[in-house]
């Protein structure tokens, strides 16, 4: 396995590429441009969002195997590796590449609003594939920040105008994820089906009694989703998070067990996952406006 490169700077990215650095906090990168290069694993703790045109091979991000041989678009945060192996040969970059450091975005209010881009947290799988006219709308961003950077009259506005750009590009993202969600009926309903039978065989086969009440990571890791990705797509399909998803089956199973009059409310408590029963009764009441006392009465 080859080694892993660490990439805690904009420099560093461009070093990488072979091309120069305009800013020490943020580059956009024409692979067509750049040198010839090795593939390796890189430890990222910059932003990158990423589009790929040529066949990258297998691509190794986080815990997923993705093939790029389609093409796609991808978004990094700081603190996730993604990279390919090294397979001993030279190979020519395609497509683009926007990175930026977070001290770009410090005192602007895209700082606040980068939690509200959750796709930088979706697996390689779950790739944002571009149409034609999409892929321009990107790249346009990506056109416009470059010409700020190239600039040789940059002036006080320069930097507000590179952040506009990389929030105009990352609000396009938000747009152009939603369509892919609403043109993969099929697919979402499978995924809807395969989490509503995960949560079913949770609580009837007794898991709960002791892995507590499942997290949205576990569903996600048992779907092969990220937790993101899982918690927007259905979001976008039914209107509720994932997190909710799971206490709507949680007070359903509560309900049925609580009209099961052999059973104390502490067996049931510990057999829907919760460690004592007071939590149990306050969540319930919470839930119902109703302990589940008087809700059984």
């Known amino acids: 396995m080859s080694e892993i490169m660490r990439l805690d700077t904009v420099r560093q990215y461009n070093d990488y590429f072979g091309i120069e650095t305009l800013h020490p906090l943020v580059s956009v990168i024409e692979g067509r441009k750049a040198k010839p290069l090795h593939f390796c694993r890189k430890l990222y703790n910059i932003y990158a969002v990423l589009i790929k045109d040529s066949d990258c091979g297998s691509l190794k991000y986080g815990r997923s195997i993705y093939d790029y041989r389609q093409g796609a678009m991808l978004f990094i945060a700081p603190g996730q590796m993604m990279g390919s192996e090294d397979d001993g040969q030279p190979h020519q970059p395609e497509g683009w590449a926007l990175a930026f450091h977070p001290e770009l975005l410090k005192g602007t209010p895209l ?172 969540w319930f009441k919470k839930q119902t406006g109703l302990t589940p006392n008087e809700y059984q009465a």
Do not use: W
């Open 111 to 282: 700082a606040k609003a980068m939690k509200d881009y959750s796709y930088f947290s979706y697996n390689a799988n779950e790739a944002l594939h571009l149409s034609a006219a999409e892929r321009q709308t990107i790249t346009g961003c990506m056109e416009k920040i470059r010409e700020e950077l190239q600039g040789t009259a940059s002036d006080k506005h320069s930097l507000p105008l590179i952040v506009d750009n990389i929030k105009l590009l990352l609000d396009y993202g938000l747009r152009f994820y939603d369509r892919q969600f609403a043109t993969r009926e099929k697919m979402n309903s499978d995924i809807l089906a395969r989490f509503e039978s995960l949560l079913d065989d949770y609580f009837s086969n007794g898991k709960a009694a002791t892995g507590g009440i499942p997290t949205v990571q576990y569903c996600a890791d048992r779907l092969c989703l990220s937790a993101n990705y899982m918690s927007d797509l259905l979001r976008k399909e039914t209107g509720m998070s994932a997190l909710k998803h799971i206490q709507q089956k949680v007070l359903n199973a509560a309900r049925q067990q609580i009209f099961d009059t052999s059973k104390s409310i502490s067996e049931i408590s510990y057999e829907l996952g919760f460690p004592y029963p007071q939590h149990f009764c306050r």
